[in-house]
């Protein structure tokens, strides 16, 4: 049985392109969404997160910041807000960012208005996920 | 001119001149090249973007479609006009602006008309022609999506608020080194181009078609702003890269052509020198 092509791409560049997987699991917008060869036509939604995919023994991982997602006929093609590869992530830059965020959300709940809270909370997801990746992928 | 010295510090001047605008074109040369790498790199995420709008609107009843999709009648416009913050890139921005001119004053006979301006080039030219709503002049050489989102949010605001009706986006299409076309987009309410091959019907979307095609929308404006403004910067670069070869050729044919004048002048009065000389000698000559 062939598997599934895979394609992720962002606002700036093509991510990945990759044949021959096994099964991707994606972090759709209502949890997390398994998809294996012959899946149903399906479109969805993306929140931040990781996204991993299964190929050959191999498990690899990727930071989605949010975006969409569209399988067709075994092709899985994600259109990504922003997107690394597990080893592009710059650990020491999310965990920055993760505290940077952090503290604006302390200072905002002290009277800051709804904006910037919806900022850093953004921020503080794109952090998260980027975080979570590299630690599944077990770098930080 | 028929001082040598004079002549002597001309050439000198006109060289260094094409020393500066040599190095100009090389920086632009590889700029062009990087710029047109970026566009490159942008294009898969826009071609899927495309392709799934057209798909969501065809899966979306007509009457759920989200209000960027809708028209409405126009009585006030919005045009984006793209220029460069920087100069010497031959006739690309006045090109530019005038095309954006044409446009406004079609325009304005059945509508008001405000303007963003992208770029110094454009804010200095348009200020006093149209009422400017915003300029946005700090956008950087190697533009990133993240410098397109301020000016997406403008537009998508103001349509959705009803401050515009439609939003047109003026900038230098690149179509090769030589050639930048002034063109002209509209960009809200968005139209899509009719669907080559329509994908198949029988998709699960979650949550529905209209939530996803509500999501995708801005992503969708973001996207063909940035592929704008990518058009601009390999046009920009494209543009310098030409007037600055065009400028260090000029330079070195005055150089030539100074040096001929200058070799002549030499040359008679070295001339006029030895005919002192023999003269004299004759003279002396003559009288022993």
């Known amino acids: 049985m062939a598997g599934l092509t895979l394609t992720v791409v962002s606002p700036e560049r093509e991510v990945l392109r990759e044949d021959d997987i096994d099964m991707v699991v994606a972090p759709g917008i209502d949890g997390e969404l398994g998809l294996m060869p012959r899946h149903a036509p399906l479109v969805t939604q993306l929140q931040a997160g990781t996204l991993r995919y299964r190929s050959g023994g191999d498990e690899r991982y990727l930071t989605i910041l949010g975006g969409f997602l569209q399988v067709m006929q075994d092709t899985v093609t994600v259109l990504a807000d922003g997107s690394e590869r597990s080893d592009e992530i710059d650990v020491e830059r999310a965990e920055r960012a993760r505290a940077e965020a952090l503290r604006e959300l302390e200072e905002a709940r002290v009277g800051g208005d709804d904006a910037t809270v919806i900022r850093a909370r953004l921020a503080l997801l794109r952090a998260l996920a980027r975080i979570r990746t590299a630690q599944r992928a077990g770098r930080g | ?288």
């Open chain 2, 1 to 288: 001119m028929a001082n040598p010295l004079e002549l002597r510090r001309r050439i000198r001047s006109v060289e260094n001149t094409r020393q500066i605008t040599r190095a100009m074109q090389l920086v632009a040369a590889s700029r062009m090249r990087r710029a047109q790498d970026a566009a490159d790199a942008a294009r898969p995420y826009a071609q899927e973007v495309l392709g799934l709008m057209q798909q969501l609107v065809a899966a979306t009843g007509d009457d759920l479609l989200p209000p960027m999709l809708q028209t409405r009648p126009v009585e006030h416009s919005a045009y984006v006009v793209m220029t460069t913050n920087r100069g010497l890139c031959g006739a690309l921005n006045t090109n530019v602006v005038r095309q954006a001119m044409e446009d406004i004053e079609e325009s304005r006979a059945s509508a008001e008309v405000s303007l963003i301006v992208i770029g110094r080039r454009g804010r200095t030219s348009l200020a006093r022609l149209v009422p400017m709503l915003a300029a946005f002049t700090d956008i950087s050489d190697r533009p990133t999506a993240a410098d397109i989102t301020p000016i997406a949010r403008l537009v998508m605001d103001g349509y959705l608020a009803g401050d515009f009706d439609e939003v047109q986006v003026v900038y230098p299409e690149f179509v090769n080194t030589l050639t930048q076309r002034p063109t002209s987009l509209r960009l809200l309410p968005v139209v899509l181009p009719e669907d080559a091959d329509p994908r198949d019907a029988d998709v699960i979307f979650e949550p529905d078609p209209a939530t996803v095609l509500e999501a995708l929308v801005p992503r969708f404006i973001e996207t063909v702003l940035y592929e704008t403004l990518l058009e601009l910067t390999a046009s920009e670069h494209s543009a310098r890269m030409v007037a600055m070869r065009a400028a260090t050729d000029n330079a070195s044919e005055l150089i030539d052509a100074l040096g001929l004048t200058y070799n002549k002048l030499r040359q008679a009065k070295i001339t006029s020198e030895i005919i002192d000389i023999a003269s004299g000698a004759n003279a002396l000559a003559q009288r022993a």
